[in-house]
């Protein structure tokens, strides 16, 4: 079954973190240990900068407000970017209104491997890395809309990686794509709401999808609805081998304990 949570019921977990030195802020939406889904959100200053790093784990990241630096490109929302596991990507540099991302792993990660310290740790894996520009959100064309809109952001590729945007008009339904032979999705509002079991899922409400589960259905509530929707490859054989993450090497710092 989808998990889902709001906004709302997120904003409630809003902490102060310091990593790598870095100090910001993140709520977390999923962020159980194991093998479940985790997604959170940085809430960065002009000056916090991530230096270069690397994850174990898939990873996107939605850029939902301000603007800055990933490495060499200017992101701002609602920019995606994936990376799969032990691709390094950075720095991340918030410009003067600082910046705002969602991070949404395939899997809970615990910890960051800054470059090029750890690159010891940098396994010789395939090495993807996606950056789409601003995705058109505009939640005022939702009164005017008389169709489901689905427009594309990372084109589908073989082992399932994509995103689409999809518009859904008011108190309408619509079925976000299948996620079978990928490695699972998410879904973030952009714009208006949904409606989920008598509940609004307001602007940044989030819902995990598992790849074994039909295409989640998806009710706009009455001012439509924008939802991007992230969808994992399927996950290759080495990233179930076990690694023991208290051997890192010098330069990672293990996430849980910002």
């Not at 491997?113 to 601003?134: G, N």
């Not at 079978?180 to 999808?209: K, R, Y």
């Not at 992230?230 to 996430?255: I, K, M, N």
Request: hydrophobic letters at 45%; glycine letters at 8%.
């Amino acid at each position: 079954m989808a998990r889902i949570v709001s906004a709302a019921a997120a904003a409630n977990s809003r902490r102060q973190h310091t990593l790598d030195g870095v100090t910001y802020w993140r709520t977390d939406y999923f962020n159980t240990a194991g093998e479940a889904p985790q997604a959170f959100i940085v809430e960065k200053s002009p000056g916090d900068v991530s230096r270069p790093h690397f994850h174990r784990e898939n990873e996107f990241q939605v850029f939902v407000r301000g603007a800055g630096l990933f490495g060499r490109h200017a992101v701002r929302a609602y920019a995606v970017h994936y990376s799969g596991a032990y691709t390094g990507y950075g720095p991340i540099v918030p410009g003067e209104q600082g910046l705002a991302y969602f991070t949404l792993r395939d899997r809970h990660d615990s910890a960051a491997f800054y470059l090029p310290e750890s690159m010891p740790r940098m396994r010789r894996v395939p090495k993807t890395f996606r950056l789409s520009e601003p995705v058109p959100v505009d939640p005022s064309q939702l009164a005017t809309l008389d169709a489901v809109q689905t427009v594309p952001v990372l084109a589908r590729e073989a082992d399932g990686l994509a995103s689409v945007l999809l518009r859904v008009p008011a108190r309408q339904q619509a079925l976000a794509p299948a996620p079978e032979g990928s490695g699972g999705q998410f879904l973030v509002v952009v714009g208006g709401s949904l409606q989920s079991a008598g509940e609004a899922l307001g602007v940044h409400s989030c819902i995990a999808v598992a790849a074994d589960e039909g295409a989640f259905a998806l009710r706009a509530g009455d001012a439509g609805a924008e939802v991007l929707v992230l969808q994992f490859p399927r996950r290759a054989a080495w990233q179930d081998e076990s690694e023991d993450v208290q051997a890192a090497a010098p330069g990672s710092v293990l996430a849980s304990k910002a």
